[in-house]
């Protein structure tokens, strides 16, 4: 998604861009930036230095200046946008002090890994008027879009039931994914991008849970949780479920399976990158939906809405219940209680 050839965005004056912590998905906002002229990536910041160093020698970050401590960096440069990834647990306060200067952000999922948290940051962009973004690429997806589009156009009916899941090769993690304190929880770690699928293409609310968690093996992972089971009581009484893990084998011939099906009342509507888009309803035998819109960047869109006034595609209310449905899930598997969201 990150690296698909996109359109050129112009925007109505020059945009000054820092990079705020260079682990996670990165890409989605340095790989847009040849198609946005007007937005210059001035300085990066990470207190590992050798991470920083690495970041440094990328094309996207040619002239733009190094720093360590990221208040050095806020302090130093004069930003219009603050691209923030980096680790789980110091995000939010990153994100607190970019909006305090107001900065507009965009920052990797979860945005806090606590609820006060995320009830601090809520309060600080609305009385600081700053934009915000979660990167949730996902949605934008043309096989995801697809599945929206038909939903809302009533192929399948009323949606009932959603299954969801997320499988991943367990790689090399840092140090910083074995701590619940640093990391959070897998939950809101990935569960966060299927529970936005599930919500922006079904067009239903998910409005109780009841979750699981654990490692099974793998000591060394210590806090880190290696498989959940997330149940969901949908608006209408319909039902959803959420598998996620980490045992996807090395052998495997991509990095992870995702998959998300989608049951209602005229049929059903299923995505996965082994079988495509399928559907199949009480009108049609089953086939393979093949015309599908145009790769969107989230980055692009983010901006295209800060600064040309366009509808954004991803609200800043999808990324705020999002992130608290996550995190009452995470309280269920932590307490062992169903859990409003």
């Known amino acids: 998604m990150a690296g698909a050839l996109l ?3 112009r925007l109505p004056r020059k945009i000054r861009l820092g990079l705020i912590g260079v682990e996670g998905h990165t890409g989605e906002i340095l790989g847009p930036l040849a198609q946005v002229p007007d937005v210059e990536l001035v300085a990066i910041s990470d207190p590992n230095p050798k991470l920083l160093a690495a970041a440094a020698r990328r ?6 200046r190094s720093y360590t401590d990221y208040r050095e960096l806020l302090d130093r440069e004069r930003l219009d946008v603050a691209g923030v990834c980096g680790t789980n647990g110091t995000r939010a306060e990153i994100i607190l002090t970019c909006a305090a200067r107001k900065v507009h952000v965009a920052a990797e999922k979860p945005l806090a890994i606590e609820r006060n948290d995320l009830e601090r940051i809520k309060k600080i962009v609305s009385e600081n008027g700053i934009r915000l973004t ?3 690429p996902m949605r934008f997806m043309p096989s995801y879009a697809a599945m929206q589009r038909l939903v809302a156009a009533g192929e399948i009916g009323e949606v009932a039931q959603i299954g969801a899941q997320k499988s991943y090769k367990l790689g090399e993690r840092p ?5 619940r304190s640093s990391f959070g929880g897998t939950i809101p770690y990935i569960g966060v991008h299927m529970v936005d699928l599930m919500r922006f293409t079904s067009g239903r ?4 849970t009841a979750a699981f968690q654990s490692r099974v093996g793998f000591a060394d992972l210590g806090d880190m949780e290696n498989t959940t089971a997330t149940l969901f009581r949908l608006d209408n009484g319909g039902t959803a479920a959420l598998r996620m893990d ?3 084998p090395e052998t495997a011939p991509t990095h992870g399976d995702d998959r998300l099906r989608l049951a209602g009342t005229e049929g059903v509507l299923e995505y996965q990158a082994a079988t495509g888009l399928t559907i199949v309803s009480r009108k049609q035998k089953p086939r393979i939906i093949t015309e599908l819109p145009e790769p969107r960047s989230l980055f692009l869109d983010f901006l295209d809405s800060v600064y040309n006034a366009k509808p954004a595609g ?3 209310a999808d990324i705020y219940r999002v992130s608290e449905i996550v995190l009452a899930a ?3 598997a932590e307490t062992g209680r169903f859990v409003k969201t």
């Open 314 to 316: 991803l609200e800043i």
């Open 246 to 248: 980490y045992l996807r």
């Open 59 to 64: 094309p996207q970050a040619a002239g733009a």
């Open 330 to 332: 995470r309280e269920s």
């Open 7 to 9: 359109a050129p965005l």
């Open 134 to 136: 979660m990167l949730l």
């Open 205 to 208: 609310e998910l409005v109780e």
């Open 175 to 179: 140090d910083w994914m074995r701590h």
